[in-house]
């Protein structure tokens, strides 16, 4: 329906009189007229409706397509030419292209240099490029496919990037964690200047390694309708509010290879090398170790009056389940964005594995694959259908069609290692795929691969049933 204020343009209302003969000639004159007042009323409601979706406007041809193929490549580096000669020789940048998030608007893009194996020092500085895939095609030197540093709004740390978090509401604010166990969240609509406005420089309490992932958690006493939880590699997981500026944790726990719950004796902690927050079910964490194992971890601890400052006052997480996943370090740990009970992880073992959030630790598929999985991302259009990163290429499978092999596999322009694979919420097409040479890699999904498929309800349902029936 026309807003009232647009039909204001003008008083005259034209009818249609049905009462003619149906011989009578039609008057082009009133034909005419009616297409001059209601053009301009049309032109406004599809200009307003294609405003609203701003991915419609990208350089890239997203039309359908029956197979994925990478529209746009291009090389994101740390330091361009000019700063690297004039840079003190002391100082180290990162260089290692390892964390990626797109904002709540799906445009705008945050890069992230720094450390995935947790092995560089702190003093490796680190930085984060916010790109706009909007400006792509313009700001891409057409000759070196290389995206200069001036094309992107640039947050630089004392430390190497870990890990990179936009609020799922708030288009401008994005978090950051890096190697040296701080958080950092940052307001880009400050006219393209990064504004910092909370970190947990300042806090006593703090994570004292890297900062693994970071999560936005529904919390209705935040004002932002969220707070911030950061997962420590050394084993802690910490809950932040944005409205004390992450001054102090206000709940602190530790994830353990084994608690003895009597006694509150904490085992040795584990090491916590991937995380993801079940969107259907943000009362739980889902945590990746470096020995392989997965595990359930409650999110819905009290928190303490006043915030945690000694490290007396921390307590155990409340592990609710452990799952034997993997014989090796654990790449990648993804809930499914359709369902309240799947997820997947992928493993330096070469495997595969989707399981259910439940007491029972046989997984419903185990796949060994040809090459190791290095990142992975389950689709949040389609419940079958799942991406995983390698060495140079993406591996895209349709559990609607095989549970054991991908349906198409994608060679990327470099050969360099998939540090990570991003789907976007609001454009069902794009894939976006970085690897650790700095590489950023656009991908057209195939449409069979995010349009609706009549078999997605039968497999989500025979998933979380633990049954694979559906071939």
Not at 94 to 111: M, P
Not at 122 to 145: F, K
Not at 326 to 338: C, G, K, N, T, V
Not at 399 to 416: K, Y
Request: hydrophobic share 40%; charged share 20%.
């Amino acid at each position: 329906m026309y807003p009232a204020s647009s039909l204001t343009q003008s008083q005259t209302v034209l009818r249609y009189d049905s009462s003619r003969a149906k011989d009578e000639a039609v008057d082009f004159s009133d034909l005419q007229r009616v297409l001059e007042m209601t053009e301009p009323l049309i032109v406004d409601v599809l200009e307003a409706n294609r405003s609203s979706h701003p991915l419609n406007k990208m350089p890239v041809n997203f039309e359908a397509s029956t197979e994925t193929t990478v529209s746009l490549a291009f090389e994101l580096n740390s330091t361009d030419a000019v700063e690297a000669q004039q840079a003190d020789p002391g100082v180290t940048y990162a260089r290692d292209l390892v964390a990626i998030s797109h904002n709540a608007s799906g445009v705008t893009y945050a890069f992230g240099f720094g450390d995935r194996d947790y092995t560089n020092w702190p003093e490796s500085i680190g930085r984060v490029l916010c790109v706009n895939l909007l400006s792509l095609e313009s700001d891409v030197d057409p000759v070196s496919r290389v995206l200069p540093l001036s094309a992107a709004t640039v947050i630089e740390t004392d430390a190497a990037i870990t890990s990179l978090a936009f609020h799922p509401q708030r288009p401008q604010v994005l978090a950051v964690g890096d190697r040296s166990g701080n958080v950092y969240v940052y307001d880009l609509g400050n006219r393209g200047v990064p504004l910092l406005i909370a970190s947990t420089h300042q806090s006593r309490l703090t994570h004292h390694d890297a900062v693994t992932n970071i999560h936005w958690v529904r919390d209705p006493s935040e004002r932002s309708g969220f707070r911030v939880i950061s997962v420590g590699h050394e084993g802690m997981v910490l809950h932040w509010h944005m409205s004390s500026k992450l001054a102090a944790p206000v709940c602190v726990a530790v994830v353990a290879n084994d608690v003895k719950e009597t006694m509150q004796v904490i085992d040795t902690p584990s090491r916590l090398v991937a995380s993801d927050l079940p969107p259907l079910n943000q009362a739980s964490l889902l945590v990746g170790t470096r020995i392989g194992k997965a595990m359930l971890v409650n999110l819905a601890a009290p928190a303490v009056k006043g915030g945690v400052t000694r490290l007396t006052r921390l307590h155990t997480a409340a592990t609710r389940l452990r799952f034997k996943s993997h014989w090796d370090r654990i790449y990648s740990l993804a809930a499914s964005p359709l369902s309240r009970s799947l997820f997947l992880t992928t493993s330096e073992d070469a495997r595969l594995i989707i399981r259910r959030v439940t007491g029972d630790d046989d997984a419903i598929i185990d796949m060994t694959l040809t090459t190791q999985p290095t990142a992975a991302a389950w689709s949040p259009h389609r419940v079958g259908v799942v991406a995983v990163g390698s060495t140079g290429r993406v591996l895209m499978f349709d559990l609607t069609v095989s549970i054991d092999s991908p349906v198409e596999e994608v060679s990327l322009r470099s050969a360099g290692d998939v540090t990570s694979v991003s789907f976007n919420k609001d454009y069902p097409g794009l894939l976006v795929v970085i690897q650790r040479d700095g590489t950023v890699s656009l991908l057209e999904l195939g449409s069979n691969l995010h349009r609706h498929n009549t078999m997605d309800a039968q497999v989500r349902t025979s998933l979380e049933d633990g049954l694979v029936n559906w071939l």
